[in-house]
């Protein structure tokens, strides 16, 4: 019992060891970077407050060899002219485009006037004298008619 306790005093004081051994190289990794933090400060204060060193980096930064030079009045005229000797080159010579083919309309089969194609006039003649005679059997003419001869009496009707 009191080995136990020993034992179990002992890991706990191994885990809080390596606790504070991973929180004491953190707060080193923190002070170096609040180190550098303060030495840039320093030097922006220095860059910022001192009107020569001041000039010297703005004409750095904005100079031909800074990532932002400034365009002299020289450097934009040869510019200009680039682009007016390619907008006014002459185009080179290129090969004709073939003639689009004339529009022709296209040909359609159109059914004379009054007649229905498919024979659905046959139909529905044939459907009227068979429905006078016999109404029974109209009814099982009509379930085997064609799609087209439906279609063709739906549109007579409505029309």
């Known amino acids: 019992m009191v ?13 809080v060891a ?3 051994q991973t929180i004491q190289e953190q707060l080193q990794n923190s002070h170096t970077v609040i180190q550098a933090a303060a030495e840039d400060n ?6 910022l407050t001192n009107p020569d060193m001041l000039s010297d980096y703005v004409n750095e930064f904005f100079g031909p060899g ?9 450097d934009r005229l040869a ?3 680039a682009a007016n000797e390619r907008r ?20 359609l089969d159109m059914p004379a006037p009054d007649v229905q194609a498919g024979g659905g006039d046959d139909f529905w003649a044939a459907f ?5 005679r016999n109404p029974a059997a109209a009814w099982q003419m009509l379930s085997q008619a064609s799609p087209e001869a439906l279609r063709s009496k739906v549109l007579v009707s409505e029309g």
């Open 88 to 107: 006014f080159a002459p185009a080179p010579a290129a090969a004709p485009a073939p003639a689009a083919p004339a529009y022709q309309r296209p040909q």
């Open 3 to 15: 080995e136990d306790a020993l034992l179990s005093q002992a890991r706990q004081t191994a885990e």
């Open 66 to 74: 800074g990532p932002y030079p400034v365009e002299l009045p020289q």
């Open 18 to 20: 390596q606790r504070l």
């Open 128 to 132: 009227s004298q068979l429905s006078e």
């Open 42 to 47: 320093a030097a922006y204060h220095t860059m």
């Open 79 to 81: 510019a200009e002219v």
